[in-house]
C-alpha cells in the first residue's frame, strides 16, 4: 500500500493517545436521549398579595386606591408611617466607586468634621481618599452632603445623603434618603406608569408598607437596591405620574392588627390570588385567596408552552444524571406545591418555588406538562447502515421528526395524536434531529457517523474495507488484553478503500479502529478472531 508522508502523520497523531494506555472493553455505550419538558401554566410571580395587572382593572372601573387594597389585603386598614428616612445599600463594590456632584458639595467624616469639595468627581477606594481643600485620608464611615446638586454614585444620581464604609474590604455605599424620595424611585420601576392613576396610588402604599415591614435587622442599612427588596432607580427612574400618586398618598401604610402589612404584590395571579399559607406555609391572615377577574388584561394570564430542556433541569437543581420524568403535586389553588424529579440515578424532590425559579418558569400555577423525549443508541451510527431513533411525545399533538440539514430544518416524519414514533435513518455524516409540537422545538439530538468498517483474519494479518474513506486516513488493529484493546498494529487506506495491517502478535480477538477525520466520528469494525 503506497502511503504520502502527510498520511504517516496523520497516522501517529491519530493513534498516539491510544498507545500508552490502551481503550477499556466495556458493554454498548448506553442510548443517548434528548427532553423537553413542555410547560403551560397561568400568572406571574408568587401570586400573594395585589396583583398588579389586577389592580389595573379594578382602577379602570372606578375603584379608588383604598378599596383596590382592602380587595388584596383582607382586614388591613390605612394609617401613617412611623418611619420618615430609610438606608438604601446601592452598591457593595470590591475596588471602588465614583462619588460626584455638578456643584460643589461636602464630605463629613466619622467625627463629625465637614470638609468641602468641589464640583466634579471623587474616585474613592478603601482608604477613602478624597480631593478637596481638607485631609486627603478620612476615616469612615464617610458622608457626602449634597449642594445644590444631587449626589451621584457611579453615574447615577439619588436624592439624599450617601454614606461610605469599608466593610469586609468592600466598599458599601448607603442613600440615607426620605420615605417619600426613596418611593419616587421605586414605584416606576415596579408598575408601568402609563396606568390609571388610582393604580399607581395602590402600588405607591403598598411599596411603602412593603418597605417597612422589609427593614433588615442587625444590618448598617434598611433595604436592598435590587430585587431582594424592591428596585430602586435613584433620580433616573423617578416619573411625574409615579410622584403624583405618591404625593397623594404621602405617608400612608397599611396596618393589621397595629402592625404594618408585609404588603406583598405580582404581576398577575391568573385569576386568583394564592394565600400566604399555600405559598409560603405561613399563616398571615391579610395575604389570603382572593378572586382576580381583571388579571386577564395580562399578556401573561396564560402562558406557554414553554420548552425547557433537560440540561437546564439538571443545571438548576443541581442533578449529576438526566432527567427522566416530573410528577408534580399540587396545592388547593391549583398550583404546584412539590415537585418529583426522576432521574436515572433515583428522585428528588422539590417545592413548587424551587422548581419554578430553577426552571424560568413564570408562576408555579402550571396547568399543563408536556414531554418531548427523543433516543438514539449510544455510540456511533455506521454510515449507510439503518439507525433507529425513538420518539415519545406527552401532552402535545402534531409533532414532528426533522432532521437539520444545509438549508434548515426538515421534516422526516409526523404523528397527529401524543404517543411514540420510531424511524430508521440511513445516514453519510453526522447530523442532528429534533422533535418539534407546532411552535415548540426539542434540543437538538446529534448523531455521530462512523464509516464502515469490515474486517477477517487472514493467516498473519487482519484486512479490510472501509466507506467511506479518504485514501491515506490511518487504521489501528487493536487486540483485547483481558479489559483492555491494546495497539497491535497500524496500516493506511489505500485507493480501493482496503487496508491490510501484518501483525507479530499471534492468534486473539482484534478489531480495527479508524480515528475521527471528514466530518465523521471513529469507526470500529466487529472483532475478529486470528487463529
Known amino acids: 500500500m503506497r502511503r504520502t508522508a502527510l498520511a504517516l502523520i496523520a497516522l501517529s497523531l491519530a493513534l498516539a493517545p491510544t498507545v500508552d494506555a490502551g481503550i477499556r472493553a466495556v458493554s454498548p455505550p448506553p442510548s443517548v436521549t434528548a427532553t423537553s419538558f413542555v410547560f403551560s401554566g397561568r400568572g406571574w410571580g408568587h401570586g400573594v398579595g395585589m396583583s398588579q395587572y389586577g389592580a389595573l382593572g ?18 388591613a386598614t390605612l394609617g401613617p408611617a412611623p418611619v420618615a428616612k430609610l438606608r438604601v445599600l446601592l452598591a457593595e463594590a470590591k475596588g471602588t466607586v465614583t462619588v460626584a456632584s455638578e456643584s460643589p458639595f461636602r464630605v463629613r467624616d466619622v467625627f463629625g468634621k465637614t470638609y468641602p469639595l468641589p464640583a ?5 477606594g478603601p482608604k477613602l481618599e478624597v480631593t478637596g481643600d481638607g485631609p486627603t ?38 442613600d440615607v434618603v426620605g420615605l417619600e424620595d426613596y418611593l419616587a424611585g421605586v414605584v416606576p420601576r415596579e408598575m408601568p406608569t402609563a396606568w390609571a392613576a388610582e393604580a399607581l396610588k395602590a402600588q405607591a402604599v403598598a411599596a411603602r408598607s412593603y418597605a417597612l415591614a422589609h427593614r433588615a435587622v442587625g444590618k448598617s442599612f434598611d433595604l436592598y437596591a435590587d430585587v431582594r427588596s424592591q428596585v430602586y432607580g435613584g ?8 410622584t403624583a400618586a405618591i404625593e397623594a398618598t404621602a405617608g400612608e401604610v397599611l396596618f393589621y392588627a397595629d402592625k404594618i402589612v408585609d404588603a406583598l404584590f405580582h404581576s398577575t395571579s391568573g385569576g386568583r390570588t394564592v394565600s400566604a399559607q399555600e405559598a409560603f406555609g405561613s399563616d398571615v391572615p391579610y395575604l389570603v385567596a382572593v378572586d382576580d377577574p381583571h388579571s386577564d388584561l395580562s399578556p401573561v394570564n396564560r402562558w406557554g408552552p ?29 398550583r404546584v406545591r412539590s415537585a418529583t424529579v426522576t432521574t436515572t440515578k433515583g428522585t428528588k424532590v422539590v417545592t413548587g418555588n424551587e422548581l419554578r425559579f430553577a426552571l424560568g418558569l413564570r408562576s408555579t400555577w402550571v396547568t399543563a406538562l408536556g414531554t418531548l423525549a427523543l433516543t438514539r443508541p449510544g455510540g456511533s451510527a455506521v454510515a449507510g447502515r439503518p439507525t433507529a431513533l425513538r420518539a415519545v411525545v406527552k401532552g402535545l399533538k402534531n409533532a414532528t421528526l426533522e432532521q437539520r440539514t444545509p438549508t434548515g430544518w426538515q421534516v422526516v416524519a409526523q404523528r397527529a395524536a401524543a404517543g411514540e414514533l420510531s424511524y430508521k435513518a440511513k445516514l453519510t455524516a453526522t447530523t442532528s434531529f429534533r422533535l418539534s409540537a407546532g411552535k415548540i422545538a ?19 494479518a487482519i484486512e479490510g474495507q472501509v466507506a467511506p474513506f479518504t485514501v491515506g486516513a490511518p487504521v489501528q488493529v487493536q487486540r483485547l488484553e483481558g479489559t483492555f484493546w491494546l495497539p ?8 480501493a478503500g482496503t487496508f491490510r495491517v501484518e501483525l507479530d502478535t499471534g492468534p486473539g480477538t482484534y478489531r480495527v ?9 471513529q469507526g470500529l469494525s466487529a472483532a475478529v478472531t486470528l487463529s
Open 120 to 124: 466634579g468627581k471623587q474616585p474613592l
Open 137 to 174: 485620608d478620612l476615616t469612615g464611615p464617610v458622608t457626602f452632603l449634597p449642594g445644590k446638586s444631587p449626589i451621584s454614585l457611579d453615574g447615577v444620581a439619588y436624592r439624599g445623603q450617601l454614606e461610605v464604609a469599608v466593610v469586609a474590604k468592600k466598599l458599601n455605599a448607603i
Open 442 to 460: 426539542g434540543p437538538a439530538l446529534r448523531v455521530p457517523v462512523g464509516p464502515l468498517v469490515k474486517a477477517t483474519a487472514a493467516a498473519t
Open 58 to 75: 379594578y382602577a379602570e372601573d372606578g375603584l379608588p386606591y383604598g378599596e383596590i387594597l382592602a380587595h388584596y389585603y383582607t382586614g
Open 488 to 495: 497491535a498494529g497500524t496500516g493506511a487506506v489505500d485507493e
Open 235 to 242: 433620580i433616573p427612574a423617578e416619573d411625574a405620574r409615579a
Open 513 to 521: 479502529r479508524v480515528p475521527p477525520a471528514g466530518g465523521l466520528a
Open 306 to 334: 414553554t420548552p425547557v430542556s433537560d440540561v437546564t433541569i439538571r443545571k438548576g437543581l443541581s442533578l449529576a444524571t438526566p432527567v427522566l420524568g416530573l410528577t408534580l403535586a399540587r396545592g388547593p389553588s391549583g
